[in-house]
């Protein structure tokens, strides 16, 4: 659907540097971009890409200005190129009703307005608020709630007595609910501990595809508002993640982890049980956790460590070569052994 420039631009609250009647067909990156396209520039590098291409106009920031293209002029160009790429590819939209082929529970609730694709199952008692989605080949356990506007992927398993919020999103392949990891050893054999609770998700949360979320073995695994998890992630039970992290590829949290808000875990973060990671706090790329961590902290590194310690002794080891070097050095020097150093 074509746009003018003034039209993108109010809808993205940024203001028009040239014709605010042109019009926009569709939105591309500045190397495929053709006449008629809106491209946007977030650095210099982007915007001198952009200026010699084909586009028509130019999301950038205000301090850009261009004699050959329109510029929609934004605070925050990232932001903006986030609302206008929404505009040209809306998300698809599902009819209200059930399909022929999905079968769901006598008792179950499922809102009018809602739809249920093919070969879906609705278990007994479940509760599916107005417009939610269910693609196709879901599976809602037992006394679950949808609440409005949730959208299932094709494939997503939600076990029983799991409770979901409003606008969550949840892609292809994950599961919600399944038992936690629990065993005790009792005469050489790995008893198994009933995993009796549940999953609580909050409003606005998405959960990327191939996802685990194990339910808590008492009370709730809990997933705060707001929190954006990525793809093949493994949540213990027991686990609860505050308001709007931000959870990377691969990363693992081990059972009755507490997560503050605003906490980001790069990929493939590990993080052992019965810790406790303050708010605001950010944890490097393929780091682990072996103990608290205070809110406001930035840490790597295996064990994990405050960054500043963690970057001293790593700029150490890098020095390690040529101190070894200066030992023997001295020790040839000296005609022996240093002390301690285990040389000849």
Request: hydrophobic share 45%; aromatic share 4%.
């Amino acid at each position: 659907m074509p746009f003018t420039t003034a039209e993108i631009a109010k809808t993205i609250g940024g203001e028009v540097v040239g014709d605010p009647t042109a019009i926009l067909k569709g939105f591309a990156p500045a190397e495929h971009a053709r006449e008629g396209d809106l491209t946007f520039a977030e650095n210099e590098d982007y915007f001198a890409r952009a200026e010699k291409s084909a586009a028509t106009a130019i999301i950038a920031d205000p301090r850009f200005s261009s004699a050959a293209k329109i510029l929609i002029r934004v605070p925050n160009a990232r932001i903006a190129f986030a609302k206008a790429v929404a505009l040209f590819f809306p998300e698809r939209t599902f009819p209200a009703g059930i399909h022929p082929t999905a079968v769901i529970a006598a008792s179950a609730q499922v809102d009018a307005s809602a739809h249920v694709g093919p070969h879906c199952v609705v278990g007994e008692r479940v509760k599916i608020g107005a417009r939610a989605v269910l693609q196709a080949g879901n599976f809602i356990g037992d006394d679950s709630k949808l609440g409005d506007e949730v959208n299932l992927f094709p494939n997503v398993t939600i076990y029983p007595r799991t409770i979901i919020g409003v606008r969550v999103r949840i892609h292809s392949g994950t599961v919600v609910g399944s038992d936690g990891f629990g065993y005790v050893l009792d005469a050489g054999i790995h008893r198994k501990v009933p995993q009796i609770g549940n999953v609580v998700i909050g409003d606005d949360v998405e959960i990327g595809a191939n996802v685990a979320i194990d339910r808590g073995a008492l009370g709730s695994t809990i997933i705060g508002k707001g929190t954006k998890i990525d793809n093949l992630v493994q949540i213990a039970h027991n686990v609860e993640i505050g308001d709007g992290s931000i959870v990377v590829a691969q990363v693992g949290i081990s059972g009755s982890t507490r997560l503050g808000q605003y906490v980001v875990l790069a990929g493939q973060v590990g993080i052992a049980g019965h810790l406790k990671i303050g708010n605001q706090v950010t944890i490097a790329a393929k780091s682990g956790v072996m103990t608290d961590i205070p809110d406001g902290g930035k840490w790597l590194g295996i064990p994990a460590q405050p960054d500043k310690l963690a970057k001293r002794q790593l700029i150490a080891i890098q020095h390690l070569p040529d101190i070894i070097r200066r030992v023997a050095e001295l020790e040839r020097k000296l005609g022996g052994k240093a002390e301690g150093s285990g040389r000849e």
